[in-house]
């Protein structure tokens, strides 16, 4: 029986549940005990009471069967054809899941009878569609006919033991209605606890990325030492068949990270003064009239996607650089195309708004005591905002540099498409080196095999800059929490 | 009496000023006032030149070159064992480009056997002139003997040429237009069969290797699913947090750490989502790999923490008095959140829900981790098809070397940034008209 289809019967009776429960409350109300629930509370009880045991039951036994079949045909895989490789075995798998799959959509097309060599079966499968590798085996149509059969009979046996704890659910709510039935309160838990779980999302966000990355990181440890990662200066991933030797390549992430820090430090070098200097001029000197109109264009600033901030490097800033350093020079550029130097120049105009918008939250928080104190002894404006505000506002403000720091470090499209692929390690800012963020991007949209040293490094690149931008942002919100001044 | 006693007091030497350096220090006040503007201004000419390099590089993608040609649907070549009514493919499979060149070479005056002149016509219009006469003759096989006018499309270079980008002083052979091809299309032009065309291809075509037949169409409907998961998915799981952290969760450790993790995951890199992304939903839950459904579901996750902390500051900011008030009604505190705090908190729960997918439309990083960097030709009819978004189509096509690419990347920016415009408007507009000052 079709998942879908029980669970539309489960929802109708609970559906039907809430209606009968209603109706039977309803009747109540006129009695001489006074009903401590609303009517549709009692409705809603029942309702839950039947689809939720139920659904929770479902997804448990299709996640079950699934795991269960995929084990049975491993195990009458190896059965039959022996050991194999582990890639051999997981081909064989999935040779006989798509064999399933296509004899099913046969039989769903009214084919009756299924040949039981694969000659015959092929042009039948093409014919819908279904392409398959010619190595497929005979018996490999008897075994996916057999997982079909199986997968039908548990989904028969789920299907019917969800609908009956359905109706179990269903005719329990409704027996429960009674005048004295807390039924808002039990209905009110269920909803908490709904609620929690939703907020646990978060958490599990956290582990799921930890833990997923952390699983491929110690794969990538097995065939590359953790040493030579993290302190070799070579980045040379020389992609070659897997098994064969001498194709472990080398992986060093010193390169990179010096690209990485370098190029989020000249980004930091453009956005903190001119993001500073914008939030101070706002927060002091300017008229709402200009405040109303510089707000929106800075906020409009930090909307733009970082693609299109990539493609202006790309496409304008990069070419025009490069052509003006060759007018300086009078010939050889001395400016690449694709440079440290034009890829922090883009990030830091991206970060203008994030530097800009979080100094001014921070500067309009300082007391007007202080600003009224330091002008009433005779400090021009200039003077206060230089020796009493900012030195207020500093936790604050480090705090501020720290965020946007880890948001340079971590970003990706504009040195992807700014800077260059090539590891370089150079003190030089305006040759082509390249970030931890373009290399995990380069590692996975090639076409390797997932188990390769090759695509398994982009884990490991991307734990690295996980932790990094964590220590920042926990760093970040410890210096403002500690030296923030507390002002009443 | 002490008027007079004061004008005539004998002059005492005035006290000399010291000096504390005023003048020094209101020039360095006004420095600064002219630094303050000067940074000012650097931010906001980034922008202009920004939005100004796109729309001058874009606005030419919106029309297109096509040229005005009587195609004769000649029965001889379309189908000359008149086996039609018996065998489908015939109609399908039939040469359409053969009758588009015959009918140009008739247009231009070129003879049947002038090889050269034949040879320069290879190049001048698109070859989706083939799909384009094959869905007129498999839609009305009538139409099969007649002439018919038809809107064909110049190829990518033609339009380029046409549009004024190919500078056609650099002699013949760097270029990729012949000068023959250049005189054909001045005549045609000034006879009224070349014109420019609104360029709806640009929205409705997939991917294609050549540009003039390629479109953002399933980058769009592919972004639109994406859009849908993100709001049918974040939006509930992301209010129910916030209502439980803000309201209902007690003060210990547990909770400590939740809000801590939020904050951390606003903060995190957009291609770590990618990772996990590709580590959890495509390897372990193998979920399609180009499919518009991981994407939804690595920008719910992106987007949960955004909606959690607008939703969270939505409902703070309703006065505790409304609280009070249920409850002293005799509400339970379920009551009082869902029924009477929650719909106050709506306008600002949805204008952080605007911002939250204004953000998930822009992101790209991730989307390339989870494989949506496909050459995807069709529409994907549900989300668990192939598809592409809106940001990787831009990236994509800035791979692309040929300049009708970079032409069109532009026009994809540019429609990019009015849906962003328009959803960011749309949610100061919405804050603006429910906002309400307790």
Redesign the interface.
Known sequence: MPLVTVLAIVLAIAAAAYLVARNRAARHVSGTIKQHSRNHYHGWWAALLAAVPAILFLVVWTIGTSVYLEQRIAGQLSAHAGAATIAGQSLQLSLVKSLAGGIRLLQDNGVTTIPGTFEELQPLLSAQGVALASDTQDYMIAMARDANAAADAAGLVGGMLAILLALAGAATGVHQVEPRARA?NRV?RL??W???G??????L??V??IL??L??TIHFFREVPPLSFFFSTVWDPRFAAAGSEGSVGQFGLIPLLAGTLYISLVALLVAV???L??A???AE?ATSRMRSI?KP?????A??????????A???LGPILRDLSAALTGGTPFIQAQSVFTAGLVMG?ML??VV?SLSDDIITAVPRALRDGSLGLGA????T??KVILPAALPGIVGAIL?TA??A?????IVV?AAGVAANLTLNPFEAMTTI?VK??NQ??GDLE?NSPQTLV??AL?IT??LV??IM?IAA?YVVRKYREQYE | MTDATLAVLPDAPAKPRRDIGLRRRYAAERRFRVYGVVAISIGILFLAAMLFSVVTKGYSAFWQTAVHLPITFDEKVIDPSGKRATDPNVLVTANYPLLARDALAKRLGIASDDKAGLAQLKGFISDGVRVQLRDIVTADPSVLGSTRDVWVLASANIDSAFKGQIDLAIAEAGRKVSDQQVAWMNMLRDEGAMAGKFNTGLFTFGASSRPETSGMGVAIIGSLYMMLIVLVLALPIGVAASIYLEEFAPKNRLTDIIEVNINNLAAVPSIVYGLLGLAVFINFAGLPRSASVAGGLVLTLMTLPVIIIATRAALAAVPPSIHSAALGLGASKMQTVFQHVLPLAAPGILTGTIIGLARALGETAPLLLIGMVAFVADYPATPFDPATALPVQIYMWANEAERAFVERMSGAIIILLVFLMAMNITAIVLRRRFERRW
């Open positions: 808002r009110e909803v908490l709904a609620l929690f939703s907020s646990m999302v978060a958490i966000t956290t799921g990325i997923s990355m699983f491929e003064p001119i993001g200097m914008s101070v001029y706002m000197y510089v264009a800075l906020e409009l600033l909307g733009i996607p970082t693609i299109v901030y990539g493609i202006f790309l496409v304008t105009i203008i708004p800009s021009t404006r200039s003077e905002i230089r965020l880890s948001r470090i971590g970003e990706t499209m498409l963020t995990i991007v996975l949209t997932f982009a884990f991307g800059l996980f931008t964590l942002n919100l």
